[in-house]
């Protein structure tokens, strides 16, 4: 029977996605003996948009990111928030492929490091706004992950990267994820359990994998797996 997962489903624009990226780091570091885990993008933003349509969704951009940062304690700066409360000021674009291949080659590259990777992604545009449609954007993460430059330019711009991104968006659709972030949890038998959609605390969804995990063990007649000792 193969190892149980965590499947982790976010989007780089997905701001609390953004929120709940130390929340799955924990939950990554607890299960590392026990779970696989998997980062896909899921395509919230599909196609090239204009910072100021996103913008006209917001009636108030900084009381709606304040609350992010309140719930999460994930930090968003002040020029992202000025850019969605002033958006004709800002040439700004959103497509959530371009993010989506800079994760894939960051895989490529840099395996089994995804969980840290798509946090690094996203602390591009909220902390220092960067257009994730650039591909100058990604220089200082791909450094930070000791891949060269040059080769992650050439993966990025290829169509390896852009195929991998397009069948990340279908393995969320095939998931039924339509809304972010989604963690589930896939066992052995290829069973699939929701255990978190929308951002969810650590204790909760901990709590969760837990009772997935040990329902799991009862069915099959086996020891739940345990987390690692924090």
């Excluded at 989604?182 to 969760?208: E, M, S």
Aim: charged residues 25%; negative net charge; proline residues 5%.
């Amino acid at each position: 029977m193969k190892k149980n997962k965590i499947i982790y489903v976010f989007d780089a624009y997905c701001s609390w996605c953004y929120g709940m990226g130390p929340v799955i780091g924990k939950i990554a570091e607890e299960y590392k003996d026990a779970l696989d885990i998997e980062v896909l993008s899921g395509g919230m933003i599909p196609e090239d948009t204009e910072v100021d349509v996103l913008a006209r969704k917001f009636t108030s951009p900084r009381e709606a990111f304040g609350r992010v940062t309140q719930m999460t304690g994930q930090p968003i700066s002040d020029d992202f928030i000025q850019m969605m409360e002033t958006p004709e000021s800002f040439d700004y674009t959103f497509n959530s492929v371009y993010p989506a291949r800079a994760l894939a080659t960051l895989k490529h590259f840099a395996p089994d490091r995804e969980v840290q990777q798509a946090e690094a992604i996203q602390e591009l545009i909220y902390t220092k706004l960067q257009d994730l449609t650039k591909t100058a954007s990604y220089k200082s993460v791909a450094e930070d992950f000791g891949i060269d430059w040059q080769a992650f330019v050439h993966y990025f711009e290829s169509d390896k990267s852009l195929e991998a991104a397009k069948y990340e968006f279908h393995l969320a659709r095939q998931l039924e994820v339509t809304s972010y972030p989604a963690v589930l949890v896939q066992t052995g038998d290829q069973q699939f359990y929701l255990v978190a959609r929308g951002f969810t605390p650590f204790k909760t969804l901990n709590q969760r994998i837990q009772n997935v995990m040990e329902e799991n063990a009862t069915k099959n007649g086996v020891a739940p797996p345990q987390n690692s000792p924090s």
